[in-house]
């Protein structure tokens, strides 16, 4: 059963930073792809980023140029390296990986974080 170990979210003002945190069990880690989602009040769960296990990464458009995902296969964790954050990122941070080894879908969810940031 896979389990995903998020931290790293908190307070912070307009333009800091903050690094989110997935430490992953249960799945061979360097074989498969991770991915953030968040959702923001009142919206949909939304893509993030995600990062494949050659490390080729995709954002999602609001977020591409100040975040970055890393991940470090020998802690079986990845990253969300968050930048010039703005009020309008507010929201809960999700970290996902696929339910098996090859699964190409985002079926395990890690317990979600808040990310507030304040203007």
């Known amino acids: 059963q896979v389990q995903l170990q998020e931290s790293g979210g908190g307070l912070v003002q307009a333009g800091g930073s903050l690094r989110l945190s997935c430490t992953v069990s249960?799945?061979?880690?360097?074989?498969?792809?991770m991915a953030w989602y968040r959702q923001l009040p009142g919206k949909q769960r939304d893509l993030v980023a995600t990062?494949?296990?050659?490390?080729?990464?995709i954002y999602g458009e609001s977020v591409r140029g100040r975040f970055t995902i890393s991940r470090d296969n020998d802690k079986n964790t990845f990253y969300l390296q968050m930048n010039s954050l703005k009020p309008e990122d507010t929201g809960v941070y999700y970290c996902?990986?696929?339910?098996?080894?090859?699964?190409?879908?985002?079926?395990?969810w890690g317990q979600g974080t808040q990310v507030t940031v304040s203007s």
């Open positions: 249960g799945l061979t880690f360097s074989r498969n792809p």
């Open positions: 996902a990986t696929p339910e098996t080894d090859g699964q190409l879908s985002f079926s395990s």
């Open positions: 990062i494949t296990r050659v490390n080729t990464t």
